[in-house]
């Protein structure tokens, strides 16, 4: 991963989020909902997954970059990845990960309803951009239960990376469901 500045971030979110969207535009009710065994979670569920985590991270970053523009703090508007952030992402890139207990689906939210909240995300991240770009975010940090700490500019990477991560855990669902049966 290599993003210079925060419209790298933010032109790869917006990719990620496009890909995203194209993929369940060819996902019938059938197949959103339906349960290959061995899978713990449906597609129709992956994307409620998604949008609650989504709400999540634009909540954190939302309150470290209130600290950070209390700080007063100006920024250049480059952007680097720490170290461990790199080495994090690649580790846990072919690992099934347990997703925390609150942002596991319910399965009352139908895929439109989970895309329009995600729109809401995106809306609400798009809000935050002029600040990512003036204020220097890196000081304020909030733990993800895999990375560690990380500042506002490292959870909206990781809001990415989770929509590319499950998009292709859709892909691979959405095969399969679409498997003939013997």
């Known amino acids: 991963m290599n993003y210079e500045n925060i419209d790298d971030i933010y032109s790869a979110n917006h990719t990620f989020r496009d890909k995203l969207a194209a993929t369940l535009a060819e996902i019938s009710p059938d197949e959103a909902t339906a349960l290959p065994e061995g899978e713990k979670w449906s597609i129709q569920q992956i994307v409620e997954h998604l949008s609650m985590v989504d709400f999540g991270i634009s909540r954190i970053c939302m309150k470290l970059l209130d600290a950070s523009k209390a700080d007063g703090k100006t920024s250049d508007g480059s952007f680097a990845l720490t ?14 990960v347990e997703a925390p207990e609150r942002v596991h689906p319910t399965g009352d939210v139908d895929i439109a309803e989970a895309l329009e909240r995600m729109d809401a995300n995106r809306e609400a991240f798009d809000s935050m951009k002029n600040d990512f770009e003036h204020f220097d975010f890196s000081t304020h940090k909030f733990p993800h239960p895999f990375f560690g700490d990380l500042t506002a500019g490292e959870w909206l990477v ?22 003939p049966a013997l």
């Open 83 to 96: 170290v461990n952030f790199d080495e994090r992402a690649s580790e846990i890139a072919g690992l099934k």
């Open 158 to 179: 990781m809001a990415g990376l989770h929509q590319k991560r499950h998009t292709r855990q859709i892909e691979k669902l959405l095969a399969r469901v679409k498997e």
